[in-house]
């Protein structure tokens, strides 16, 4: 097996793992707060429908497996997310409805709920990142060497690039970066409240390793263009992630 193939396996593993760890903080968020109201509902949605369009179309496309199994856990993730936003939601309409309006029960969702942003990673943080980061790498390697093939590779694997696949993938691609708007306006109104900074710093850091498992892989332009939906998602919402990250980072060291 070429270098190039090599390591386009081992960061499209990194990449996994980035996306194993990157839901972890936010669904114990809003498990700790008991509500998802730090989650844009809009940006839950848009972004399981591009991840339903990017596992179909790379499996139509024939696209290397770690492109098909993160689409697989994406969407996995997508829906829990969403099952808590709801949830938490009913569970609170129900407690308000049972209890008596008083001062006291008026308080109790405040008081939770001005818990501040990813508060679950700041004690420790930079250990936890750490930790993180040698996870990632690990597994990275680790995943490589077992599923590395024991006959020589020396060829990428081989793109279907037909139409419908390329419309999927394209349709994935506007979910992804169109879901990153709905996250910028909520926040604004919430200050970032309930949302979890790893979230982001993980999703920008997959993304990234994404892209690089499928550029290092080959520069075949019949390759390239097979990716290009997919490159374009993933290239643009490291961006908006950014956006995000940043927005989350300033109201949380400033105090909202």
């Known amino acids: ?18 996306w194993i760890l990157v839901y972890s903080p936010q669904i114990y968020e809003n498990y ?13 949605v848009i972004w399981l429908l591009g991840d339903l369009t990017n596992l179909f179309g790379a499996m139509m496309a024939g696209l290397i497996p770690t492109v098909i199994i993160l689409a697989l856990y994406y969407t996995l993730c997508d829906i829990i997310l969403l099952f808590q936003i709801y949830y938490y939601r009913r569970k609170m309409q129900r407690q308000e409805s049972q ?46 060497y077992i599923n590395h093939p024991r006959e020589p590779v020396t060829d990428a694997p081989e793109e279907i690039l037909e139409w419908k696949s390329q419309v999927l993938g394209w349709i994935s691609a506007v979910s992804y970066i ?31 390793l994404y892209v690089l498992s499928i550029l290092v892989a080959t520069t075949s332009s019949k390759y390239i263009i097979a990716n290009a939906s997919w490159l374009a998602g993933s290239g643009l919402t490291i961006f908006l992630d950014f956006i995000v990250s940043s927005f989350l980072y300033g109201c949380l060291y400033s105090g909202g």
């Open 1 to 18: 097996m070429s270098p190039l193939i090599e390591a386009s396996n081992v960061f499209g593993w990194m990449s996994i793992a980035c």
């Open 32 to 44: 700790d707060l008991q509500s998802g109201e730090g989650l844009s509902v809009m940006f839950v």
């Open 99 to 144: 209890a008596l309006p008083s001062e006291q029960t008026q308080l109790l969702p405040s008081s939770k709920s001005s818990k501040p942003a990813s508060s679950d990673w700041m004690p420790g943080a930079r250990v936890q990142y750490c930790l993180a980061f040698l996870f990632i790498v690990g597994t990275g390697f680790a995943a490589w």
């Open 178 to 208: 169109g879901s990153r708007i709905p996250q910028l306006l909520k926040n604004r109104e919430t200050k970032c409240q309930g949302l979890s900074l790893a979230l982001f710093i993980f999703a920008v850091s997959g993304n990234l």
